[in-house]
């Protein structure tokens, strides 16, 4: 049985000739760039084992950049993995010699991510970040793009005229998607509570909206009390989970719909014959565990790594080009993680 791919596999899959691989692997002569990315592509989609050494040639004429990226506290599982797999793809790509700068936040204020972003500037090409909706974040992607350098949202979106654009999940697909499992989850005249992060972060603003809104459009019965929210932190989010628990004895569901989840669910562990549904947009890395042990019923969250790949993508391609235009949306769909699917 034949295991190990060729040269000789990687050039017909490709529809090229050997000497072309050949030249692009070892510089024998020139080969234009859409060309070797091609091959690249086939090879990766192959398993041809020479894709370092293809992927190092295509970088070695590609111009070095540096891509900037603002995020939350790096303790939060969420903005770790998520700073990984921006690193990864910074590393990865061929278009340019890309080298990763990243700045955690760890005060959620709109001086300390405008005070990123402008820090960010002497040192980078581009910069994307997480950001909340504030206008001295939005002044501050303002000051970038006067200097001629593109900033794009993750994960959230901005109001700021001069952003680049947006790339993440649709908060408000998300939200009525957060609805529709609330709505099959729970009985008839029970109470639905809402956690939110932080009504700063957009995406959370559309994860609300788009949940009640599909709550409404069905004419449910369920009785929905006023969000709360936990500020991003854990402990915050236990604390009101477990003075929800103690004040709503028709409690049946909870949407939380930013930070804090472990919170929420170390409460309800406390409460064990009390069964609470629990649709979660925020992901931690115990989700997994909390979702076998049905202490959380959904979680729906971004596809990091799509994200991440796309938001290089899209970012070395604007310094590249220097073509200025219309704010660009990319939207990738969300990740839908149930027991039954890990």
Not at 31 to 60: K, M
Not at 175 to 183: C, I, L, P, V
Request: aromatic letters at 6%.
């Amino acid at each position: 049985m034949k295991t190990r791919v060729t040269i000789i596999d990687l050039a017909r899959a490709a529809d090229v000739s050997v000497s072309t691989v050949d030249r692009i692997m070892n510089k024998r002569g020139p080969v234009q760039r859409a060309t070797a990315e091609h091959v690249l592509a086939v090879a990766q989609e192959i398993g041809f084992t020479g894709v370092p050494s293809l992927r190092q040639r295509l970088s070695e004429d590609a111009p070095a950049k540096t891509l900037g990226f603002v995020l939350n506290k790096r303790e939060r599982h969420l903005y770790g993995s998520f700073a990984k797999a921006l690193a990864d793809a910074t590393v990865a790509s061929t278009k340019i010699k890309g080298k990763a700068i990243i700045r955690h936040v760890d005060e959620m204020s709109p001086r300390s991510i405008a005070d990123a972003l402008l820090g960010l500037a002497d040192e980078c090409d581009v910069i994307a970040g997480v950001c909340i909706e504030h206008p001295r974040v939005n002044q501050a992607v303002h000051e970038l793009a006067m200097r001629g350098i593109p900033f794009w949202a993750l994960l959230s979106d901005l109001s700021a005229p001069h952003r680049a654009g947006f790339i993440g999940t649709n908060g408000w697909k998300l939200g009525r998607t957060a609805g529709w499992f609330m709505s099959r989850l729970c009985p008839p005249n029970s109470t639905i509570a809402l956690l939110m992060g932080s009504e700063q972060y957009l995406c959370q603003k559309d994860y609300e909206s788009g949940f009640v809104n599909y709550l409404r459009e069905v004419q449910s019965d369920f009785a929905m009390l006023p969000p709360q929210q936990t500020m991003e932190d854990d402990e915050t989010a236990y604390r009101l989970t477990k003075r929800l628990l103690d004040e709503n004895g028709s409690l049946t569901g909870i949407f939380m719909g930013g930070g804090g989840i472990d919170g929420v669910v170390r409460a309800l562990q406390e409460r064990p014959s009390q069964k609470i549904n629990v649709v979660s947009a925020e992901i931690s890395d115990l989700t997994p565990k909390h979702l076998i042990d049905e202490v959380i019923d959904v979680a729906l969250s971004h596809e990091f790594g799509r994200v991440a790949t796309l938001a290089v993508q899209t970012m070395e391609s604007s310094i590249i080009s220097h073509v200025p235009g219309v704010p660009v949306i990319h939207s990738v769909p969300m990740k839908i993680s149930l027991r039954e699917n890990l």
